[in-house]
């Protein structure tokens, strides 16, 4: 990646840098201990830090849908992360990017879009908003979420996830093509803190509908070492290579297609649904507290 591909940005207490290909944030430091937060995208494990997931979050059954009466291919997470994106503006602790719709997402996604993605600094918060503008003259069906490697520079037992409040949950198990089970498993229960360890993703991600929290923090012992403000999202992956040195906190309106499918994309669950000229907002971020 060239340098004049990638915007950095700093305060007093952070420096991010982002690219412009996917609008991908691409580095997390703490310019008061000069830690990296982000993992670093190691290809012999895995190459991504922080994707954008658009239109589409996880996988589609055969990676195909229909619309209408025609059947469209998109892959896995959607369209948006390996494109590049121009960039609107860029000040000293913030900038902002846009896509828009194009002939090649037209050929996988029939939806004319516009999806602007914006980073600020403030103090030790990392802020995130996405605007997705509906282009078109019919009402776009579409879901986002985040997909943020966080480093854990200690072993993985040291580690846990905390709920800002106790969930009760049942996990959605993924099979090899990354669908989803029709039916959950019990999970927590009425708990507020799940373990970290070498094994937690032996089967893949775990896969949260409905969670009632809005903070998620990765703790080290007890310390808060990342919170994730997830903006109020429905739903929440974790993931991690097994025994890999980082963990993904995932804020989600959708998720991948269940393996009962009927594969039409208007009949597909947790589907956001813009009317035509409208625009779509969200907001999430991340706080790192020894950056104070």
Known sequence: MHATDTVLLNNSRLQIAVSRVGAELQSLKSRVSDDEYLWQG??????????????????????????????????????????????????????SFSIQSDESTLASYPWQFELRVSYALQDQRLKIHYEVFNRDSSTMIFTLG?????????????????????????????????????????????????????????????????IKSQTIDLLHKDRVRVSVDTGATPHLGLWAKPGAPFVCIEPWFGYSDSLDTNSNFCDKPAMLHLPAGECFSHHWSVLIPDAG
């Open 146 to 210: 985040s997909h943020p490697g966080f480093t854990l520079p200690e072993p993985v037992s040291e580690y846990s996830i905390r709920f800002s409040q106790p969930e009760t949950l049942q996990r959605f198990p993924l099979d090899t093509d990354g669908l989803l089970a029709v039916k959950g498993t019990d999970y927590l229960d009425n708990s507020d803190t799940l373990p970290l360890s070498a094994d937690l993703f032996n089967d893949d991600a775990l896969v949260f509908k409905d």
């Open 42 to 95: 190691d290809p012999a494990v895995w190459g991504g830090r922080a994707p954008i997931l658009f239109p589409i979050v996880g996988s589609l059954k055969n990676n195909l849908t229909q619309i209408g009466q025609q059947n469209y291919e998109l892959p896995r997470h959607g369209l948006v992360r390996r494109k590049s994106f121009s960039l609107l503006e860029q000040k000293s602790d913030q900038c």
